[in-house]
């Protein structure tokens, strides 16, 4: 499977403070990865790099083998960002914001009514078309803005905590749109605070601290080497001993201890 995303000792530093320390990351295309730490981890610093948005101070960041700052140009088509917080352009309404950007990523004409349809379908956003963007509720411009970066078909997706202090029904709306985007085969990095918050939605996580990576990998290796385990009492009524040994010879059990007969 081709690489996607590549970062190798990717690190950002802001004077004395180190926001990102010799990150390394590799992400599949088609994987869905989630990018998990607390507050002021690193997380949207590394999105901004990979956003062509942020310059490190050193180390590399690819996407799909393009290097962002040299090839950031070639970067840009590739990538659909989506940012903590909504932004500008709250006066118009929701269709003419979505030509908006259209238009700036030349599409025009015959083919630009078709995608602004397509993404407002797909964001379940098509009887909003023509109701003003600022008085659409907070679960609503983050599905308008994943509609924005979607019309140029973007092959990678950067969301940084797109359910962020969103209401429970929101987020669950949130989740199943990009349960759609990961079948269409995008490739997606999402940042959360939250791990369960992705544990349907994720086949990846990485988990970082204080700019540090902690852990990357398959979401079950880190459930396996999270779980404190379940405890099983068994009464036998003989050839206890042989039982706790052919128990001890299996990998999914970790501790066999033997006890007196119990009611």
């Not at 840009?76 to 940012?83: A, M």
């Not at 605070?193 to 902690?214: A, R, S, T, W, Y």
Request: glycine share 8%; aromatic share 6%.
């Amino acid at each position: 499977m081709a690489i996607a995303i590549k970062t190798v000792n990717l690190t950002k530093r802001y004077g004395t403070l180190v926001a990102l320390s010799n990150l390394n990351l590799e992400i599949e295309e088609g994987d869905c990865f989630g990018f998990i730490g607390p507050n002021g981890a690193g997380k949207s610093t590394t999105i901004k790099i990979l956003a062509t948005l942020l310059q490190p101070t050193w180390g590399e960041a690819r996407i799909c083998d393009y290097v962002v700052g040299f090839e950031s140009r070639q970067i840009r088509p590739l990538i659909g960002y989506v940012p903590d917080y909504f932004g500008a352009y709250e006066d118009m309404v929701v269709k003419e914001y979505l030509e908006f950007f259209a238009a700036a990523y030349n599409i025009h004409g015959a083919a630009r009514e078709k995608v602004v349809g397509d993404v407002l379908t797909l964001t379940d956003l098509s009887y909003k078309a023509d109701a003003p963007v600022d008085g659409l509720s907070r679960g609503m411009k983050q599905r308008l803005s994943i509609a924005r970066v979607l019309l140029h078909d973007p092959k990678v997706l950067l969301l940084d905590e797109p359910a962020g202090n969103l209401d429970p029904r929101a987020r669950i709306e949130m989740r199943e749109l990009l349960k759609a985007l990961r079948r269409m085969g995008k490739t997606i990095l999402i940042s959360s605070h939250i791990l369960p918050e992705l544990q349907d939605l994720c086949n990846k996580v990485g988990i970082i601290e204080q700019g540090d990576l902690k852990y990357a990998g398959p979401w079950v290796d880190i459930v396996r080497k999270a779980r404190l385990g379940t405890i099983v009492q068994i009464g036998l009524s003989s050839n206890a001993s042989l039982a706790a040994q052919l128990l001890r010879e299996d990998a999914n059990v970790s501790t066999v201890e033997e006890k007196p007969e119990f009611i």
